[in-house]
């Protein structure tokens, strides 16, 4: 008989199979806030609780896991813009301070006031943006769990997952549309 580590590895290939992306590497922890995948390393995380859900739920789950595995580009190069959008952000006060004449007020406080100009006008939108990009890349990974899974176990994965708090609504009300 297989250990529960054992059953996720294999699901974990399978669905990798069925997408046709080499599996990500699969790393089992004691403490965690749930599983995910870290498009970084290329692992998906499972804690303790994850392995102990119904089988159902399990294979949804490691599913969309493996989904999100599937858009390691597009999260890696949302990492790198964040990176390159924040180095852009501290170099650009950095840049006029090395430029700006000697005077202290010049030196100092312009700078340091375009830097909270420019935070101040980006931050809201940056927001927005990341709240939006993570949703359609949850709402992917469903759909991409659905084709796994089929779309009927699915949404009752997630109708199941929304009553214990872990799913929100759209991605619910994405999966009734799918199943329509």
């Given at each position: 008989m297989e250990t529960a580590e054992q059953h996720v590895?294999?699901?974990?290939?399978n669905d990798a199979a069925a997408l046709g992306i080499a599996p990500p590497v699969v790393r089992f922890v004691a403490t965690n806030s749930g599983?995910?995948?870290?498009?970084?390393?290329?692992r998906i995380e499972v804690d303790a609780r994850t392995l102990l859900l119904p089988e159902p739920l399990l294979r949804l789950v490691i599913a969309h896991e493996v989904a999100h595995a599937t858009q390691r580009r597009a999260l890696l190069?949302?990492?790198?813009w964040t990176v390159l959008g924040v180095a852009a952000l501290i170099a650009g006060p950095?840049?006029?301070?090395?430029?700006?004449?000697?005077?202290?007020?010049?030196?100092?406080?312009?700078?340091?006031?375009?830097?909270a100009f420019v935070v101040a006008m980006f931050f809201k939108a940056w927001r927005a943006h990341?709240?939006?990009?993570?949703?359609?890349?949850?709402?992917?990974a469903d759909a991409k769990a659905a084709?796994?899974?089929?779309?009927?176990?699915?949404?009752?994965?997630?109708?199941?997952?929304?009553?214990?708090?872990?799913?929100?609504?759209?991605?619910?009300?994405?999966?009734?549309?799918?199943?329509?």
């Amino acid at each position: 008989m297989e250990t529960a580590e054992q059953h996720v590895s294999r699901l974990v290939a399978n669905d990798a199979a069925a997408l046709g992306i080499a599996p990500p590497v699969v790393r089992f922890v004691a403490t965690n806030s749930g599983p995910c995948y870290e498009a970084l390393f290329d692992r998906i995380e499972v804690d303790a609780r994850t392995l102990l859900l119904p089988e159902p739920l399990l294979r949804l789950v490691i599913a969309h896991e493996v989904a999100h595995a599937t858009q390691r580009r597009a999260l890696l190069l949302d990492f790198a813009w964040t990176v390159l959008g924040v180095a852009a952000l501290i170099a650009g006060p950095c840049v006029m301070f090395a430029a700006w004449p000697d005077e202290d007020l010049w030196r100092v406080s312009v700078p340091g006031a375009v830097f909270a100009f420019v935070v101040a006008m980006f931050f809201k939108a940056w927001r927005a943006h990341g709240a939006r990009r993570a949703i359609a890349l949850e709402l992917d990974a469903d759909a991409k769990a659905a084709l796994i899974c089929g779309a009927r176990p699915a949404l009752q994965a997630l109708e199941e997952m929304t009553k214990r708090g872990i799913v929100d609504e759209i991605r619910l009300q994405a999966m009734r549309e799918r199943c329509k």
